[in-house]
């Protein structure tokens, strides 16, 4: 029996028969979910005690099945295709659930995100330097390994000047009523900012560039995915072009401050990074960076032209280690070149 709130929790339920602790489902995101003492559960799904759930835009009774698939990336399955982005992976046993990590389940290309993971470690000098904005007011630790729903620094302009300010990556709109819509809004299609509704007043009056220092994405067959790491051949920061959100909480306590969050606007992929996704985030070159962040710029015409021809197209990748497809991994071999043989 298992039964959802209209937030998407999962609020109770018994699979084959599985104890499973509450836990949240990112309605654009398919949480892959792995029990204790499951050795390499990121790749043997091959189990009578697996089940996969659907989960429709509008919360209704999953459809569940007693096969399996691939869970890690959740591509492909073997028996039953959804291609639907809600979808949820169990991995069933005698123990309660423990961990779940974000993947994607065969999204069509409208809806295939970019980026959903990437880099920032470059030193709060060098990020000052590079972007030319003032020391931040909070430490600024490299992160390996970013995911959605992380705070991390962005840079703004205010009164005349760039400051860092923090933002949690997922984009609330100010109309939301409550900020699970975050988990849809991690990225912003470039050819559709001035039309949807999520981004066209932020697009006006709230742009800001995200410091990184590379991007990754998996390329293979489902269930051995290879991770590679993109980045900038000179070893300079990148800029991700991105939009930022203020949400007030109206049944907040008084006090409470807003919930200030960003998304990274993509574009189509250039030729270096075409043949593993054909998307990519927005880069901006540095002689952008002016227009770009000028709030008295409102014009989305002059905006979106700025965009088309002021970003970064050729890119540096190489393949890494799969302990960047779990989020607790956050150390520098997330970005070291793979050894070969491994």
């Known amino acids: 029996m298992l039964e959802i709130d209209r937030s998407r929790r999962i609020v109770a339920t018994v699979v084959n028969p599985v104890p499973v602790v509450a836990m949240s489902v990112a309605p654009a995101m398919a949480p892959v979910v792995a029990c204790q003492g499951c050795a390499g ?3 043997d799904y091959k189990s009578s005690k697996c089940v996969y759930l659907r989960l429709t835009s509008i919360p209704a009774r999953p459809t569940i099945n007693s096969d399996c698939i691939d869970g890690f990336r959740c591509r492909e ?4 295709r959804f291609p639907h982005r809600y979808c949820l992976v169990i991995r069933g046993g005698l123990v309660n659930l423990l961990f779940q990590a974000t993947s994607f389940f065969s999204p069509t290309n409208e809806d295939r995100l970019m ?10 000098r060098e990020l000052e330097r590079y972007f030319n904005a003032l020391p931040p007011s909070f430490e600024i630790r490299p992160n390996y390994n970013v995911a959605p729903a992380q705070e991390i620094p962005v840079i703004v302009q205010l009164e005349g000047s760039r400051h860092f300010k923090k933002r949690h990556w997922g984009l609330v709109p100010f109309w939301a009523k409550d900020t699970s819509i975050g988990s849809r809004m991690i990225n912003a299609r470039v ?3 001035s039309s949807k509704p999520a981004f066209k007043a932020a697009l006006k009056h709230r742009r800001c560039l995200i410091p990184a220092n590379g991007f990754f994405e998996w390329s293979g067959k489902a269930g051995s995915k290879q991770p590679y790491f993109i980045c900038s051949s000179s070893g300079e920061p990148l800029a991700f072009a991105g939009l930022y959100e203020i949400w007030e909480d109206k049944e907040a306590p008084p ?16 030729g270096s990074v075409r043949d593993i996704h ?21 014009e989305p015409a002059r905006i979106e032209e700025l965009l088309k021809s002021h970003h970064v197209k050729e890119l540096n990748r190489y393949p890494v280690s799969r302990l960047v497809n779990r989020v607790e991994h956050n150390s520098k071999e997330c970005i070291e070149p793979l050894k070969e043989g491994k």
């Open 278 to 298: 054909d998307r990519m985030p927005l880069i901006l070159k540095p002689e952008a960076f002016d227009e770009w962040l000028d709030p008295d710029n409102t």
């Open 41 to 43: 559960a990121d790749k």
């Open 77 to 80: 399955p073997p028996t039953i």
């Open 115 to 124: 980026c959903g993971r990437f880099a920032r470690y470059s030193l709060s």
């Open 191 to 193: 050819e559709t900012l």
């Open 255 to 270: 006090g409470a401050g807003p919930y200030k969050s960003c998304t990274i606007i993509t574009t189509e992929a250039s």
